[in-house]
């Protein structure tokens, strides 16, 4: 595994990780090359961070229809490490990195059953106004709860 | 090609037909057994009948966010004819098959360009309010519009 | 409901069933209607189709690259009876109907958490061969199994 | 917009693309925020990809089932900056950026009918054996091919 921009010590980054969502690869997630289709961790990022948001309260109300607020993706990666197949279960970790006055950078990292990274990602939420398309800064309480879930750097 | 309830006489059928709509198999909509996986000929039909609903004057309306009247699938069939392959040329006809007070029986035909016809299906969408989930009648013009394309029974 | 065809008797189809497969929503599976997209439910059924099968045992051999045998869809077929929503829990239910010399005949049933139906479907499936695309009949213990699942017709 | 890593000069960045593929936003690809899913970005950099190898001649060899090579993605990101919405016909444009030994850097540009930019990303593809899983090195030709898209850097 070549050098990542978003992790600087692989070992340190990997034990930061507290939540994890699980999946099975889907058939119909393959392609005729037989393994995973590239564009499906980003369909499993945005299922872990859902549930990582839902764990903290958060999308309870994003998914209101009377709610003015809604998370949307400012940008994402993905850094594939190992090929993936039908029906391994997969975990996809969360966690969040740095919390911005209405934004949040979220770190992901899918582990094999074997514990072996498959894939890593990273990308940035912005909470907007569905009205207006501008962003939202955080509730104090919102930004505690983001903070708190941030590893503390030494 | 074994006998379709729903197509009494396949040559008849087949030319009853008007409208199409082109779609390019994408390698991502393959599988790992290497052709079209079986759910995308679905994902075909929404994409041809929204096409027709828009020829119709339909569709302008029904994505409104203030519309109460949206369009949903009450069933939907597909009988798969012929295997499908990466980056094939394809034509799903649709047509109107029977007209309901709030309803409407489409017809649809996936072919390929050698001209065979590789899946056809079928299925009822129905008017409903996004408000109350009850039925709501078409209008006398909608009506119109549709009952036009219902090849005449002779 | 209105009357579906492949369902005799709804109260006893909906006790034969035996075996399901657990589904959650998914965010990227709503449309902007608000709810579960109509082509989904067909990924739900192929997951529950192979979960089914490979419990029998067949998925495991049909998937190695030097099986020539594959299991192909000839035709499937869904009755939506309910709106599903984000973040919905869904079991998926399957059965083996009609067992035929080189197809069988699933249905599929999918429930909500407070135990209403809010799909059916079915749809014939057939084992071919990955080189002539030709059908391959069951062995008599792949017959056996399925039999064993069909319920007894009084 | 804000500072993209692999932006240097935005204004000539955009001008250096020369090829592209046509896409309209299909109704599945809405989620129920009502505009286009997060993941889908990443579907049309692949279509858009593969017809840009296939423009190259690449693409052809890949998908036949006797060669060993393919090409997998080591990784890929995406910036958004506009929200997209249902039917908007969209160009995706690709070039490639910096050739390596056995791999390619491609860029990506999504335009709307207006011109204006609402997604770019970038994404490294590396050629490798399906048999061993290891990088296979560019033919000559192909590397002249790739390098003679890549636009000369004063």
């Known amino acids: 595994m070549g050098k990542i921009q978003y992790i600087n010590d692989l070992k340190k980054w990997e034990q930061e990780f507290r939540f994890y ?7 119909s997630e393959t392609d005729m090359f037989g393994h995973l289709n590239n564009t ?6 945005e299922g872990a961070r859902i549930e990582y948001f839902h764990t903290l309260g958060f999308m309870q109300d994003w998914v209101l229809p ?19 197949f ?8 969360v966690k969040a990195s740095i919390v911005g006055n209405s934004s949040v950078d979220l770190h992901y990292m899918g582990k094999k059953e074997d514990h072996s990274i498959c894939f ?17 800064p955080w509730t104090e309480l919102m930004r505690q709860l983001l903070e708190k879930d941030v590893p503390v750097q030494l």
Chains 1, 2, 3, 4 share one sequence.
């Open 40 to 45: 499906i961790p980003f369909v499993y990022f």
């Open 21 to 27: 969502h699980s999946v099975t690869v889907r058939f």
């Open 66 to 84: 009377e709610s003015d607020t809604i998370p949307v993706v400012a940008d994402l990666q993905c850094d594939f490490l190992q090929q993936v």
């Open 120 to 136: 890593v990602g990273r990308g940035t939420m912005v909470q907007i106004s569905k009205r207006t398309g501008k962003s939202i």
């Open 86 to 93: 039908f029906n391994e279960q997969l975990k996809i970790y």
